[in-house]
């Protein structure tokens, strides 16, 4: 199987910064990566597809990248409401598999 | 605009089984690849398994820890999607999310419907 590392597991940060987060995909995965926001008690919401194409009603200060079998999740000025846990996700193969989550809390 | 609402779960001993529906609306049901994802109490997400459409093979494939004891199925008359639990263990209590998938991605997500096994 696929692991998916992601990093950090949480972290703390103040409206209107820069947040990045980073998956590293044990092998090549091509573009098959994506990420979810999850809010607590609440269900996934798909963020982000294939590493950088934004789902429909997605704000643009969302973005996604990639560097071989490393990704990144860029929220580019944090709000309010990004406050939540964020998994990768990759679907290159099943099983897919999904990054442990990263926390992003209020600092 | 997708809409899917699981149902079925609850409170089962080790070793029992369960069933779990979920009735999709707001899409082309029988077109659509579906899943199953799961996350235990305070843990992460993880993928159970999934459905090709018919019109692409109605296979399934499924992750280790369920593989030999969980069955997806469909009823496109229905629009609906099942997962057949059997030989339930402790590590399978979690809430169960089924979901619409396009290329691997989940783009769609019902509520989530509670299985706790537990004697």
């Known amino acids: 199987d696929i692991q998916m590392t992601q990093s950090p597991s949480s972290l703390s940060a103040s409206v209107g910064d820069r947040v990045t987060i980073t998956c590293r995909a044990s092998?090549?995965?091509?573009?098959?990566l994506n990420w979810y926001q999850q809010k607590p008690g609440k269900a996934p919401k798909l963020l982000i597809y294939t590493v950088s194409s934004l789902q429909s009603g997605v704000p643009s200060t969302f973005s996604g990248s990639a560097s071989g079998t490393d990704f990144t999740l860029t929220i580019s000025s944090l709000q309010p409401e990004d406050f939540a846990t964020y998994y990768c996700?990759?679907?290159?193969?099943?099983?897919?598999?999904f990054g442990q989550g990263t926390k992003v809390e209020i600092k | 605009e997708v809409q899917l609402v699981e149902s079925g779960g609850g409170l089962v001993k080790p070793g029992g089984s369960l069933r779990l529906s979920c009735a999709a609306s707001?899409?082309?049901?029988?077109?659509?690849?579906m899943s199953w994802v799961r996350q235990a109490p305070g843990k992460g997400l993880e993928w159970v398994g999934h459905?090709?459409?018919?019109?692409?093979?109605?296979?399934?494939d499924y992750a280790a820890p369920v593989k030999g004891r969980f069955t997806i199925s469909r009823d496109d008359s229905e629009n609906t999607l099942l997962l057949h639990m059997n030989s339930l263990k402790s590590e399978d209590t979690a809430l169960y999310y089924c979901?619409?998938?396009?290329?691997?991605?989940?783009?769609?997500w019902g509520q989530g419907t509670l299985v706790t096994v537990s004697s």
């Open positions: 459905i090709r459409s018919e019109t692409d093979g109605g296979t399934t």
């Open positions: 707001g899409f082309t049901f029988s077109n659509t690849w």
């Open positions: 979901s619409t998938e396009r290329h691997g991605y989940s783009y769609g």
């Open positions: 092998q090549s995965i091509s573009n098959y």
């Open positions: 996700q990759q679907s290159y193969s099943t099983p897919y598999t």
